[in-house]
């Protein structure tokens, strides 16, 4: 079983629709019994809640469901999942310090974005639900570089 790990702020937004989306194109594909998924946020700001209502509205809108509850990233989370997809730099840097390495299994989201390699998925939580759309739009294209990849690395 490959585990993949996304991490955002506060898991409500960014990482739980890249969670969400990921898990849809693993079930279409049919890579349940080889990829699993999961969400966390660097900060604790919204541990036991559920998504912010415009990730869910933005992700049904798509025909996919949300469903977590907001986690903290943790150091063994190192330990339980092959791939740790950060949203942006300051995540990744944040999870390198609370890790005390940068493993090759830490990664940028949008590495595997072809419009913005290497940016930020940028935080929609301040804006309306255009912000979303946005953020939706470039999670449902690196995942689909991100399973590619997998599926050549590990020959799915």
Not at 1 to 26: D, H, Q, T, W, Y
Not at 92 to 105: A, D, L, T
């Amino acid at each position: 079983m490959i585990k993949v790990l996304f991490v955002c702020l506060g898991n409500i937004c960014r990482s739980p629709l890249a969670e969400a989306i990921f898990k849809k194109k693993i079930e279409k594909e049919g890579l349940t019994a080889v990829l699993a998924t999961d969400s966390a946020g660097t900060a604790n700001y919204h541990v036991g809640e559920n998504p912010d209502p415009r990730t869910v509205e933005i992700a049904a809108k798509h025909g996919i469901p949300v469903s977590h509850k907001g986690q903290q990233f943790k150091i063994h989370h190192q330990n339980e999942f092959d791939y740790l997809i950060a949203m942006d730099h300051s995540n990744y840097q944040n999870m390198i310090s609370q890790m005390g390495n940068e493993p090759e299994k830490l990664i940028l989201m949008r590495d595997f974005d072809p419009n913005g390699k290497g940016e930020n998925v940028p935080d929609p939580w301040y804006g309306g639900m255009n912000g979303f759309e946005e953020v939706y739009q470039i999670l449902d294209r690196s995942t689909d570089n991100f399973l590619a990849f997998l599926r050549e690395k590990h020959n799915l």
